[in-house]
């Protein structure tokens, strides 16, 4: 989490492992630098973000970890559509679009995450 952010109490003071670091650019980093796969939840700009920055780099072979969307209450449908129709209309490469795993349950997205999908 960025100081900034625990300055202002958005800090989990009960997580078993909190790392402050300087800024967001350095929090993602960091997250990329240590997780062994990326699962998005539903959530607003901020996880949209991180979630097309993270899917970018898995194109261009930054990491080779799987990008999992777990959307059990299908809140990203619409997104779903949009990537299937930019991909349609020639704006998301050929192959791009499979680097994605949609999910709908925890077990799957773990499951994706562990390569035995």
Do not use: C
């Not at 194109?59 to 959307?71: C, E, G, Q, S, T």
């Not at 799957?108 to 390569?115: K, L, T």
Request: overall charge negative; hydrophobic content about 45%.
């Amino acid at each position: 989490i960025p100081q900034l952010l625990v300055d202002i109490e958005f800090a989990d003071k009960e997580s078993h492992e909190l790392q402050i670091v300087g800024s967001m650019r350095e929090r993602k980093g960091r997250i990329e630098e240590l997780a062994d796969a990326f699962i998005a939840l539903p959530g607003g700009l901020g996880t949209l973000e991180e979630l097309f920055e993270i899917w970018v780099g898995r194109y261009l072979k930054f990491h080779d970890k799987p990008v999992i969307i777990l959307d059990p209450h299908g809140v990203f449908q619409p997104l779903h559509a949009l990537v299937e129709h930019l991909e349609n209309e020639n704006f998301v490469k050929p192959g791009m679009r499979d680097l994605l795993h949609w999910t709908t349950t925890v077990e799957e997205a773990v499951s994706i995450a562990h390569g035995k999908k």
